[in-house]
T-cell receptor, first 115, second 112 residues
Framework: NAGVTQTPKFQVLKTGQSMTLQCAQD?????MSWYRQDPGMGLRLIHY???????DQGEVPNGYNVSRSTTEDFPLRLLSAAPSQTSVYFC??????????????FGPGTRLTVL | SQKIEQNSEALNIQEGKTATLTCNYT??????LQWYRQDPGRGPVFLLL?????KEKRKERLKVTFDTTLKQSLFHITASQPADSATYLC???????????FGSGTRLQVQP
């Protein structure tokens, strides 16, 4: 199993550009989520999905869109990039809602810089 | 919503000593706490979980405790090694959302 994969690993955007961060998992996990990690801020939840066709907002959803058309994929779209979106983005998945029986598996991250 | 607090200052210890990291939570007592390890440039990796009704959990050189009175979990690494150097994150379920809330992590540096 490849686990959770993310592409690209690095990306530089100009303010106002749009792009999609890709995330895929091959573990047949129902639950997937996106986090951003900034120095001193820890991991902050952007969006999450409890299954195909179901998504919900996390702590910092503004400026980001998600969709979940398949169990395997959970892309994160930046609509109009801003310098405040410069961060490291992590995708994660688990069998079900993270709980006392479901650990989260994280991807390697995408480092995004917005100029 | 739940808030998870970890000491943002790095912890420096000598090889062979026991490292102790603290995780405090505010508001309601979580049903469980999860601990993750994160190496530079990588995603977090799950280490241990402790439930509310468990006082202590062990896995090899790792030990986690859960004190609902103090609203605190302690994470211990015994006989620490330089390879244990990493950032350690504490997390619990945010019942307002069906998602984990993470602390900002504590960086551990083990000196040889």
């Amino acid at each position: 199993n490849a686990g959770v994969t993310q592409t690209p690993k690095f990306q530089v955007l100009k303010t106002g550009q749009s792009m999609t961060l890709q995330c895929a998992q091959d573990m047949n996990h129902e639950y997937m989520s996106w986090y951003r990690q900034d120095p001193g801020m820890g991991l902050r939840l952007i969006h999450y999905s409890v299954g195909a066709g179901i998504t919900d907002q996390g702590e910092v959803p503004n400026g980001y869109n998600v969709s979940r058309s398949t169990t395997e994929d959970f892309p994160l779209r930046l609509l109009s990039a801003a310098p405040s979106q410069t961060s490291v983005y992590f995708c994660a998945s688990s069998l079900g809602v993270p709980g006392s029986y479901n650990e989260q598996f994280f991807g390697p991250g995408t480092r995004l810089t917005v100029l | 919503s739940q808030k998870i607090e970890q000491n943002s200052e790095a912890l420096n210890i000598q090889e062979g000593k026991t490292a102790t990291l603290t995780c405090n939570y505010t508001n309601y007592s979580p049903a469980y706490l999860q601990w993750y390890r994160q190496d530079p440039g990588r995603g977090p990796v799950f280490l241990l979980l402790i439930r509310e009704n468990e006082k202590e959990k062990r896995k090899e050189r790792l030990k986690v405790t859960f004190d609902t009175t103090l609203k605190q979990s302690l994470f211990h690494i015994t006989a620490s090694q330089p390879a244990d150097s990493a950032t350690y994150l504490c997390a619990s379920l945010d019942t307002g959302r069906r998602a984990l809330t993470f602390g900002s992590g504590t960086r551990l540096q083990v000196q040889p």
